[in-house]
């Protein structure tokens, strides 16, 4: 069903994901195609059972190199990405993002464990982003995630 040439899936959290079971009626998600851009895969896990429950479809990927051809194969809809990534910065695969026609309207949330004075400048300065810090609440990145997607 999911095509990504670098997709990583292990899908054993569910019990994580069913605690959150009551909170997820008004979730605009089904339909919506989210990528993550993360190289931890206990986070990259966590996301994906998080979302796929709550009806979204998940891609994603380890490498910042990827993001543009998965873009566009794929069309996601949303961009969660990790700003530090192991093959790049995010902040660039951010840049090469609106660059790219086909990929400027996209909204990307950053995942970050800093919050510097760049990336709240950033922030600023690019309407459409949006950045959240880890360890996160799953509920309140989700509730962000349908906010960007409205
Ligand atoms: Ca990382």
């Known amino acids: 069903m999911i095509t990504c040439a ?3 899936v292990r899908e054993e959290e569910a019990a ?5 079971e009551q909170s997820q009626e008004t979730s605009s998600g089904p339909g919506k195609r989210i990528l993550v851009v993360e190289d931890e895969l206990e986070t990259e ?61 996209i ?10 004075d760049d990336l709240k400048a950033t922030s600023r300065a690019t309407g459409a982003l949006d950045y959240i810090t880890k360890p996160f609440d799953l509920q309140e990145l989700e509730r962000r995630v349908r906010d960007a997607l409205r």
């Open 6 to 8: 670098a997709i990583v």
């Open 45 to 105: 896990e966590m996301l994906r059972t998080y979302f796929e429950f709550c009806g979204y479809e998940v891609l994603s990927t380890a490498w910042g190199k990827d993001v543009q051809e998965i873009c566009r194969e794929s069309h996601p809809d949303l961009i969660i990405l990790d700003l530090q990534l192991p093959d790049t910065d995010g902040y660039q695969v951010y840049q090469e993002l609106g660059n790219t026609q086909q990929t400027s309207h």
């Open 107 to 116: 909204p990307v949330i950053f995942l970050t464990k800093v919050v510097d």
């Open 16 to 20: 994580m994901a069913s605690s959150r």
